[in-house]
């Protein structure tokens, strides 16, 4: 069975910089996708970028990018110049393909302050 | 267009009834997912569709709880005799076919409280 650990609870970060959640994962897969999601307050769930294991370039989405290292199995999200609206809880998931289920961990909340 | 809407948003129950919540995916989707959130916990799989089928149940904890799609769009997720630990939010998300079917996209959720 695979898990996501999601080490840290809460992270506060000072607008306009920068702050990295931290991700590991346990797999015997080889082939698999990851994912970091973002849920503010509101509650409904959106995708923030995703990242296919096969490929060796880290994932990038505007101002969010990735940490992929499959050795490891750590999968790491950085947001850059961070935004008042950033402020949520984000989430890591782990699917792999052709599954229906994505397995997740259990979040880390990120405060952006002004 | 329309993303996933679930309905009601909120649920309040006695302990011992029988609730059902509703998911409407995003039209076209032919996968879709029921998960349960716990407070501060991550989404936990309960059950997913490929049209019509579950083709993975495997998250369902016990047999008071049942899903359906009887037509391949709409899904319904059944609790029987509910009881006070099944209060969670329950989040729906749906997926379209071809490469990008494994992007979820999800609904905002059922807040149920079993009293």
């Known amino acids: 069975a695979q898990t996501v650990t999601q080490s840290q609870p809460e992270m506060s970060v000072q607008e306009a910089e920068t702050v990295t959640l931290s991700c590991t994962y346990d797999t015997s897969e080889n082939n698999y996708y990851l994912f970091w999601y973002k849920q503010p307050p509101s509650r409904q769930m959106i995708l923030v970028i995703r990242q296919e294991a096969y490929k060796q370039q880290n994932a990038t989405e505007n101002r969010f990018s990735v940490n992929f290292q499959k050795a490891a199995k750590s999968f790491s999200l950085k947001i850059s110049d961070s935004q008042l609206g950033d402020t949520a809880m984000y989430f890591c998931a782990f699917m792999t393909p052709n599954a229906g289920k994505s397995t997740f961990g259990d979040g880390t909340t990120l405060t952006v302050k002004p | 267009g329309a993303g996933v809407s679930q309905t009601p948003s909120n649920k309040v129950t006695e302990k011992g009834k029988y609730v059902e919540l509703r998911c409407d995916p995003i039209s076209g989707h032919t996968a879709l997912y029921w998960y349960r959130q716990s407070l501060g916990q991550g989404p936990e799989f309960l059950i997913y569709f490929q049209g019509t089928g579950a083709a993975d149940d495997s998250g369902l904890p016990n047999d008071r709880f049942f899903a359906v799609r009887p037509e391949g769009s709409v899904s319904t997720l059944k609790i029987q005799r509910t009881e006070r630990g099944d209060s969670a939010v329950y989040l729906c998300?749906?997926?379209?076919?071809?490469?990008?079917?494994?992007?979820?996209?999800f609904g905002p959720g059922t807040r149920l409280t079993v009293l």
């Open positions: 998300a749906s997926s379209p076919t071809g490469p990008y079917y494994n992007e979820q996209f």
